[in-house]
C-alpha cells in the first residue's frame, strides 16, 4: 500500500505563488508516477500534471503549461507543485496521486492511490 499526504495549500492572491508537497510512504517503490489532480465545487476532476517517478518525465494539461511544474525528490519519497501566476479559476482542491502503472497518465483512473487532498484558494 502506499500512503499519500499533501500539504502546502492555501489561501493566496492572484498572480502569487504556491508550493504544494505530497509525502509518499509505504510501499513506494511500486510506484511508477506521480500524478496532480484538481477539483473545485460543481466541476469535474481535473488533471493537472504528472511525473514519472524513476525517469522524471513531466507531463501537464494545456491549461497548465508555463505556469506549473510538478518535480520530485526521490530521497525524500516527496512530489511537488510549483504553481505561479496563480489566478482565481485555479481555486479548487488539489489530490495527488500514485500509479502503480500508467500508459494514459491524465485519466484518474490510471491511479491507484489518493491522498486526502488540499485546498487552493486564490482570491482576486
Known amino acids: 500500500q502506499v500512503q499519500l499526504v499533501e500539504s502546502g495549500g492555501g489561501l493566496v492572491q492572484a498572480g502569487g505563488s504556491l508550493r504544494l508537497s505530497c509525502a509518499a510512504s509505504?510501499?513506494?517503490?511500486?510506484?511508477?508516477?506521480m500524478g496532480w489532480f484538481r477539483q473545485a465545487p460543481g466541476k469535474e476532476r481535473e488533471f493537472v500534471a504528472a511525473?514519472?517517478?524513476?525517469?522524471?518525465?513531466?507531463y501537464y494539461a494545456d491549461s497548465m503549461k508555463g505556469r506549473f511544474t510538478i518535480s520530485r525528490d526521490n530521497a525524500k519519497n516527496t512530489v511537488y507543485l510549483q504553481m505561479n501566476s496563480l489566478k482565481p479559476e485555479d481555486t479548487a482542491v488539489y489530490y495527488c496521486a500514485a500509479a502503480l502503472r500508467s500508459r494514459v497518465l491524465k485519466l484518474g483512473d490510471e491511479y491507484n492511490y489518493w491522498g486526502q487532498g488540499t485546498q487552493v484558494t486564490v482570491s482576486s
Open positions: 509505504g510501499r513506494t517503490f511500486s510506484v511508477y508516477a
Open positions: 511525473i514519472t517517478w524513476s525517469g522524471g518525465s513531466t
